[in-house]
């Protein structure tokens, strides 16, 4: 049995070119959004007022003040993330992001590489058991002794079907959610606003939040100002008060 750790993580931007031109091979999150305003700056046609920190300026006062988030849509950020099928399931209820996702349909884990699972770290606290076993241990490593025998299972299953002469397709019917699925999601940086106020709330579910909360740090470190009032495990009906 193979676990992973999930993750979720910022992919650097793909080289390309400004829309007046210049180059931006190495781009980064403030290159992002220096672009972000130059495109802004077009509906008064002052972009040849653009300086090396006038961004600063449209951003808080075009974007955050006055609250026109629709030029932040002009530049996108793409994200590597490892998690399970059912953290992916959720993931992809986003419909405005653009998502590939490995295929177990395409993918023979028998031949290119085996299954891998995520391990809900959830499993380890045993406030949420009953009260049937002896000890809050016994509870927790009952719990642990369940979920690696299934998974087991499954895994052994699936490769009893490929042996049999079945597609990959047909036997990935044995996966459980807890199968490692890797996701690639493109967004603008708007999207990406309302994706971490709704998947870092206090209600998000703890596999998401494992790597929605050090993707939004990564964010605010590398992307000034636009997601620096987001607040991890901040209830959501407070959270979606914010401008998104």
Same mark, same amino acid.
């Given at each position: 049995?193979?676990?992973?750790?999930?993750?979720?993580?910022?992919?650097?931007?793909?080289?390309?070119?400004?829309?007046?031109?210049?180059?931006?091979?190495?781009?980064?999150?403030?290159?992002?959004?220096?672009?972000?305003?130059?495109?802004?700056?077009?509906?008064?046609?002052?972009?040849?007022?653009?300086?090396?920190?006038?961004?600063?300026?449209?951003?808080?006062?075009?974007?955050?003040?006055?609250?026109?988030?629709?030029?932040?849509?002009?530049?996108?950020?793409?994200?590597?993330?490892?998690?399970?099928?059912?953290?992916?399931?959720?993931?992809?209820?986003?419909?405005?992001?653009?998502?590939?996702?490995?295929?177990?349909?395409?993918?023979?884990?028998?031949? !290119?590489? $085996?299954?891998?699972?995520?391990?809900? /770290?959830?499993?380890?606290?045993?406030?949420? *058991?009953?009260?049937?076993? #002896?000890?809050?241990?016994?509870?927790?490593?009952?719990?642990?002794?369940?979920?690696?025998?299934?998974?087991?299972?499954?895994?052994?299953?699936?490769?009893?079907?490929?042996?049999?002469?079945?597609?990959?397709?047909?036997?990935?019917?044995?996966?459980?959610?807890?199968?490692?699925?890797?996701?690639?999601?493109?967004?603008?940086?708007?999207?990406?606003?309302?994706?971490?106020?709704?998947?870092?709330?206090?209600?998000?579910?703890?596999?998401?939040?494992?790597?929605?909360?050090?993707?939004?740090?990564?964010?605010?470190? !590398?992307? $000034?100002?636009?997601?620096?009032?987001? /607040?991890?495990?901040?209830?959501?009906?407070? *959270?979606?008060?914010?401008? #998104?």
């Amino acid at each position: 049995m193979k676990l992973i750790t999930p993750y979720a993580k910022m992919l650097p931007p793909h080289p390309g070119r400004r829309a007046d031109g210049e180059s931006f091979d190495n781009m980064d999150g403030l290159a992002l959004l220096k672009h972000v305003e130059w495109c802004a700056r077009i509906s008064h046609r002052s972009e040849d007022a653009v300086t090396m920190d006038s961004w600063q300026r449209i951003i808080k006062s075009v974007v955050l003040d006055h609250g026109d988030w629709s030029v932040t849509e002009h530049a996108s950020v793409s994200v590597d993330a490892y998690v399970d099928r059912g953290i992916t399931h959720e993931w992809v209820r986003h419909r405005l992001f653009a998502y590939t996702q490995e295929s177990t349909r395409f993918v023979n884990y028998e031949k !290119k590489m $085996p299954p891998a699972f995520v391990y809900p /770290e959830t499993l380890d606290n045993t406030t949420q *058991a009953g009260d049937w076993l #002896r000890s809050p241990n016994d509870r927790r490593d009952k719990a642990q002794q369940t979920w690696r025998r299934v998974i087991e299972i499954c895994e052994d299953g699936y490769r009893e079907l490929l042996a049999c002469g079945y597609a990959p397709q047909i036997a990935r019917s044995l996966f459980p959610n807890a199968l490692a699925s890797r996701l690639i999601i493109t967004g603008n940086l708007r999207n990406w606003r309302h994706f971490f106020i709704m998947r870092t709330s206090k209600e998000a579910h703890p596999q998401m939040k494992q790597v929605t909360i050090p993707l939004l740090k990564e964010f605010q470190e !590398k992307i $000034p100002l636009l997601y620096d009032d987001i /607040e991890p495990d901040q209830k959501q009906s407070e *959270a979606m008060k914010k401008a #998104r």
